[in-house]
C-alpha cells in the first residue's frame, strides 16, 4: 500500500531533482546575462571611437594569451594620446607563436574616442550579436524564473494537500474497530453472527427479510480477496476480524458478505 510517506518521499525527490536542474540553468543563464552585458557595453564603446572618425597608428608591444593550444597569439597594441593624455591599449592580429617576434613594433591604424576606448581598422564590435545573445539568455532566466517560482507553488499546495488527507492505515483501522462494534451489538440482538457493515464504511445494514418461517437469515457466506479467493460460509467474529487485517494490507484486497437469502434485494453487502 503506498501510504501518505511514502507520497510525501516520492513528492520531495521530485522537487528536489526539478529545482536542482532549473537551479543550475537559472546559474548559465545569469553568467550569460552578465558576461553579454560586459561585452555589449565594451562594444558600444568601440562603436563610439568608429563613430568619432579619429585614426591613428598605434605600435604592437607584445602578445595577449591565446588560442586553445597555445600556438597561437592576439598580439596587443597600445598608443598615447599625448593630447588628451590618454593611455589606450587593445587587442591586435592573431598570429602564429613563430611569428610574434616579427610583429614587435609593427605599426597598426586603430580608431580612438578620446577617453581610452579603441578598435582597430577595419574591425567589427559586433554590438548587434551581444544584444541578441543578451536578450536571449534575459528570456531564458526569466522563463526559468517564472517556471521556478510556479514548481514551488505546486510544491506549497501539494504539501498542504498531503497533510490535510487521512492516514490510510488509521482509517483501516478505525474501519475494523467499527466492524466489530457492529458486530457484537448485532450478536446481542439475533443471537447468531449477522454482519452489518457496508463494503469499509462501518454503517448498519438496512433491516434484514425473513422467511416463510419468519426466521432471521442468518447464513453467509464470507469472500476474501488476497492472493487467491477464499469463502468461508458462515463466518464467526474472529473469521470477520482475520478479513479485516487482511484488508489492512493492501489497497487491492476486499470482502464480501453473501446472504442465502436476499436482504432488501441485495444477495451481497
Keep these: 500500500m503506498i501510504t501518505r510517506a511514502d507520497r510525501v518521499k516520492d513528492a520531495i ?19 550569460g546575462i552578465h558576461g553579454n552585458i560586459y ?13 568619432s ?13 591565446g588560442g586553445k593550444s597555445g ?18 591599449e587593445g ?3 592573431l598570429v602564429n607563436y613563430e611569428k610574434v617576434d616579427s610583429y614587435i613594433v609593427r605599426k597598426v591604424k586603430i580608431h580612438i574616442d578620446g577617453r581610452g576606448h579603441s578598435i582597430m581598422v577595419g574591425e567589427q564590435p ?12 534575459s528570456i531564458v532566466f526569466i522563463a526559468l524564473t517564472i517556471v521556478l517560482v510556479v514548481l514551488y507553488m505546486k510544491w506549497i499546495l501539494t504539501s498542504i494537500r498531503l497533510r490535510r488527507e487521512p492516514n490510510n492505515n488509521a482509517e483501516l483501522s478505525t474501519n475494523s474497530d467499527t466492524t466489530e462494534s457492529n ?6 440482538q439475533s443471537g447468531d453472527i449477522m454482519p452489518k457493515n457496508n463494503e469499509q464504511s462501518g454503517d448498519i445494514m438496512p433491516n434484514v427479510e425473513c422467511d416463510s418461517a419468519s426466521t432471521i437469515i442468518k447464513k453467509f457466506t464470507l469472500k476474501v480477496h488476497d492472493i487467491d479467493l477464499t469463502e468461508i460460509d458462515n463466518p464467526e467474529i474472529e473469521d ?29 453487502i
Design 126 to 137: 559586433g554590438v548587434g550579436v551581444y544584444l541578441t545573445l543578451l536578450i536571449i539568455f
Design 183 to 188: 458486530k457484537s451489538i448485532n450478536n446481542e
Design 13 to 31: 525527490r521530485y522537487f528536489s531533482l526539478v529545482t536542482v536542474i532549473l537551479g543550475l540553468l537559472l546559474f548559465f543563464s545569469w553568467v
Design 91 to 93: 587587442r591586435g592580429e
Design 71 to 88: 600556438d597561437t597569439k592576439h598580439m596587443k597594441y597600445v598608443y598615447y594620446d599625448e593630447i588628451n593624455d590618454v593611455y589606450y
Design 53 to 65: 572618425g579619429v585614426i591613428v597608428e598605434a605600435e604592437y608591444v607584445g602578445t595577449f594569451q
Design 240 to 268: 470477520l476480524k482475520k478479513a479485516v487485517s487482511v484488508l489492512i494490507k493492501t489497497i487491492e484486497t476486499f470482502l464480501v458478505l453473501e446472504c442465502n437469502v436476499p436482504v432488501n434485494t441485495f444477495t451481497f
Design 39 to 51: 561585452k555589449y557595453i565594451q562594444a558600444l564603446k568601440q562603436q563610439d571611437a568608429i563613430d
